[in-house]
């Protein structure tokens, strides 16, 4: 009786386990922990608290296509590299190569953009050169390649002397700004298209340090992720319909607007520059003009009888 009632247990936990079982392999998604920080357009957390930019559409895309499950750790850029150097999150999005950080770091092979830095500062002040950066005070995101270049390559190797503020983000270096406690901020080309530019803030003359970007991942990443999105990242370069193109279409259209309406603003300038211009030299010519036909006027009437 014991016996049979210990069978009809185990029969019971059999067809429990059967009836509640999975597979492994088709439901189960890795869960990836992914750094991010405030970087519009290219990477930052909305007003809703919810990630947005150009690499997170990209890396939304490939977690779909690996059946990856993304959970992301919002920080300033400094709290990010310091979690992945501590090996606390899988990715970083939107990581500018230097050497310090290849060595440091895994970056995948293929590179998702090329970016470069550029001197923003307000419509008011005058920098149009390196070498008016000398004595200024200057606004770069703490444990950043703008930081390093400033420290490194300008001050050490061009020698101009300058006042370096270290911020978090680039919304706390742009209120800085157009406060007037800094004279210049170092961001890079994608600053242009933010929603932190105000229309005071402009992009100055001065471009340097181009560079590629990547995803980042601690030295010990399975190379199996790395790869993956290397592989994704070359079919959506060499497909024009892909995530990646309208990506960039979405996020930085708004800004090709804005840069079509300053072009046309230059545009209507010179032309209206032309014209007062013109309008000056047909008035010279018409008083020459009268000026001469009076003297001829004249010169007639004297042969007169």
């Known amino acids: 009786m014991v016996k049979k009632n210990i069978s009809g247990l185990f029969t019971a936990i059999l067809l429990i386990a059967f009836v509640n079982f999975k597979p492994f392999a ?34 939304e895309e490939i ?25 606390q999150i899988d990715i970083l999005l939107d990581v500018s190569y230097s050497e310090a950080r290849a060595k440091e770091f895994t970056l ?11 001197a923003y500062a307000k419509t008011s002040s005058s920098v149009s ?6 004595g200024k005070k200057i606004a ?29 983000d680039y919304q706390s270096a742009t209120k800085a700004l157009e406060a007037g406690q800094c004279d210049i901020m170092l961001a890079t080309r994608f600053f242009y298209f933010s929603q932190e530019k105000s229309s005071e803030i402009v992009p100055s003359p001065i471009i340097f340090r181009p560079s590629q970007v990547y995803f980042a991942f601690p030295k010990a990443q399975d190379p199996k992720i790395v790869n993956a999105i290397d592989k994704h990242l070359v079919l959506f370069k060499n497909n024009p319909n892909s995530v990646y193109y309208k990506s960039l279409n979405k996020w930085l259209k708004k800004s090709n607007l804005k840069i079509l309406k300053s072009r046309y603003r230059i545009i209507g300038i010179i032309l209206g520059g032309l014209i007062i211009l013109l309008a000056i030299l047909i008035i010279s010519l018409r008083k020459r003009i009268w000026t001469s036909s009076s003297e001829l006027l004249k010169r007639i009437k004297n042969f007169l009888p």
């Open 26 to 59: 088709q439901d189960q998604k890795q869960t990836l922990t992914v750094g991010i920080y405030q970087n519009s357009p290219k990477v930052f957390v909305d007003n809703d608290g919810k990630a947005k930019g150009f690499f997170v559409d990209i890396i």
């Open 63 to 87: 977690a779909t296509l690996e059946n990856w499950q993304i959970e992301y750790i919002f920080g300033s850029w400094s709290e990010n590299i310091e979690r992945l150097r501590k090996e």
């Open 129 to 134: 050169s390196i070498a008016d950066m000398s």
């Open 108 to 118: 995948n092979n293929v590179s998702v953009i090329e970016t470069w830095l550029e």
């Open 140 to 168: 770069v995101i703490k444990g950043s390649v703008q930081e390093e270049f400033m420290l490194e390559e300008i001050k050490r190797n061009w020698g101009i002397n300058f006042f370096l503020a270290v911020f978090p």
